[in-house]
């Protein structure tokens, strides 16, 4: 950044805009990937202008920035814990809209209150390439809404949060030059999620465009990717997709060093490991917590069995033999379980993953429960998301290190990037941060009953008018005072 001294003042130059022009429709979520390869490394401003509309600069942007945030949070992707809905739970079967119009219930995942985690998975799986893709994506996602300071309405969970912000201390000495290569330069990047050069030639100029917003704009040749722009006759123009770049990233060209091998890596804690706890995991998998939490009340009474030492041996078999669960006259055998993990929902690809060797043809007993507990909740916390952790920070070091986000609290770091996201406002915030203009003040009965139907809305009323005002749903930490620019209200006369 260059400085100019005028008479005791400095000018500090503006950051460089760089504008991209995509299409909407299906394939918008290959695109956003193709947008965030070849910008996540640049430190100029993204701009999103989409094809054939004549809206650009922030309302574009803020809009591009929410429909990614809404796209990742489609069910069928199967990148987050969730549930098959029941049919005849008798829940309200209207539309979803996060900002794409309104979608049937079931095509987002259904955060709730605990917020987003990512769902376990084999981590031999074939579909888990594609599932690291996403949440590669994801992370230049993040970084990059971190970086250009824009808002997204992605309820991540305060758990997925927690293990951002905290991380191992091996973890805080460096980032991106132990297992991620030196990002200063796109052939730095981890060689698992390296945009291949070759499958960006069959684009053509004319369907990603970036452009230098300086004095003047004029295109750009010298932004990362740029140089493989190619006009081609022979083939039809398209986005690189998800599937072009969902790659084995347990191969020796994955984010761990390459003289390491697979054992070795496995047997290795992740840079998140350790950090979550019983209660996250409550809070990401509330229903299997419930099931766990039962079986840890069949633990503290068997213990209590066999530490009783008014009781004989056989007196104590005798009360394990008939220790039921709680709540229940079954006993922990006639629930026939294994040493296997269920997945929540059938988009995952796989009905069942064993726990240990064999897990599958070892029963649960009270002589096991112990270890089947622990092993679940390292399954859900731990060795069944490694590969996707590794991936999102992979992506996030595309953008900046991970390990400046570590200043933060996890409450912090969401309020960062996702703002208020119940906004909140009274009358006396509305009359004193909106901005009446062009035939209204602050006493017109027009601007006064606009205030009054909007401190009347509901929270979910409220966020859809954020989202049509502002592109984005969610407010900036502060609420209404540090929405910038402020809400205006025009006066619009009749025609004739």
């Known amino acids: ?41 640049n430190k100029s401003v993204l701009e999103i202008e989409f094809r054939g509309e004549e ?8 809009e591009f920035y929410s429909l990614v945030a809404a796209e990742l949070q489609r069910k069928e992707l199967a990148i987050w814990v969730s549930d098959d ?12 809209d996060l900002g794409q119009g309104p979608k049937p219930r079931g095509y987002y995942v259904k955060a709730g209150a605990h917020g987003l985690f990512p769902a376990p998975y084999p981590q031999d799986s074939p579909k888990l390439n594609k599932i690291c893709s996403l949440f590669h994506l994801l992370g230049m996602f993040v970084g990059k809404s971190l970086q250009d300071q824009r808002l997204v309405d992605l309820p991540l969970s305060l758990p997925f949060f927690k293990m951002l912000c905290t991380g191992t201390p091996s973890d805080h000495v460096s980032d991106t030059n132990s297992d991620l290569g030196d990002h200063s330069d796109s052939e730095g990047t981890s060689e698992s999620f390296l945009l291949k050069s070759e499958s960006l030639s069959s684009l053509t100029e004319g369907e990603l465009r970036f452009r230098c917003d300086s004095d003047a704009a004029s295109d750009i040749s010298s932004v990362q990717g740029a140089s493989c722009l190619e006009e081609s006759d022979s083939r ?18 994955s984010s761990y060093t390459k003289t390491e091998t697979r054992d070795q890596r496995s047997s290795q804690p992740p840079w998140f490991s350790g950090i979550l706890n019983n209660t996250d995991f409550t809070t990401t998998n509330p229903y299997l917590a419930k099931f766990l939490g039962s079986l840890d009340v069949l633990v503290e009474q068997k213990k209590a069995v066999l530490s009783d030492t008014t009781l004989s041996e056989s007196q104590k078999q005798d009360k394990l033999n008939n220790l039921t669960l709680p709540g229940s006259n079954a006993k922990l055998e006639d629930l026939c379980l294994f040493f296997q993990f269920t997945p929540s929902s059938k988009v995952y690809g796989y009905t069942e ?6 897990g ?27 590969r996707q952790m590794e991936a999102f ?5 595309a953008v900046f290190s991970l390990s400046h986000v570590r200043m933060f609290t996890p409450q912090e770091f969401r309020l960062l990037l996702c703002g208020e996201m119940s906004p909140d406002w009274s009358l006396e915030d509305l009359l004193e941060y909106t901005e009446p203009k062009f035939g209204y003040t602050r006493d017109s009965p027009g601007f006064l009953n606009l205030a009054e139907v909007l401190v009347e809305m509901s929270g979910p009323e409220r966020k859809n008018f954020l989202q049509f005002a502002t592109g984005c749903s969610s407010l900036p930490p502060g609420g209404l005072a540090n929405l910038n620019p402020r809400l205006t209200v025009v006066r619009k006369e009749g025609e004739g």
């Not at 809206?55 to 803020?62: A, E, R, V």
């Not at 809905?85 to 979803?96: F, K, L, W, Y």
């Open 360 to 386: 599958g043809h070892i029963p649960l007993s009270l002589h096991n429960i112990e270890e089947f507990c622990d092993l679940s909740r390292s399954f859900c916390l731990d060795t069944g998301i490694r």
């Open 393 to 397: 920070k992979a992506g996030f070091n």
């Open 55 to 62: 809206g650009t600069g922030i309302g574009p942007t803020l």
């Open 236 to 253: 039809k123009p398209g986005p690189l997709t998800i599937e072009d770049i969902a790659v084995d990233t347990s191969s020796e060209a």
């Open 85 to 96: 809905e029941d049919p005849a739970s008798g829940e309200s079967d209207q539309g979803v």
């Open 353 to 358: 993953f064993d726990l240990k060797p064999g």
């Open 1 to 41: 950044v260059s400085t100019q001294s005028t008479g005791g003042e400095y000018r500090i130059g503006r950051l460089k805009h760089e504008r991209c022009t995509i299409p909407r429709g299906e394939d918008f979520l290959d695109w956003a990937l193709q947008v965030l390869n070849t910008h996540a490394h």
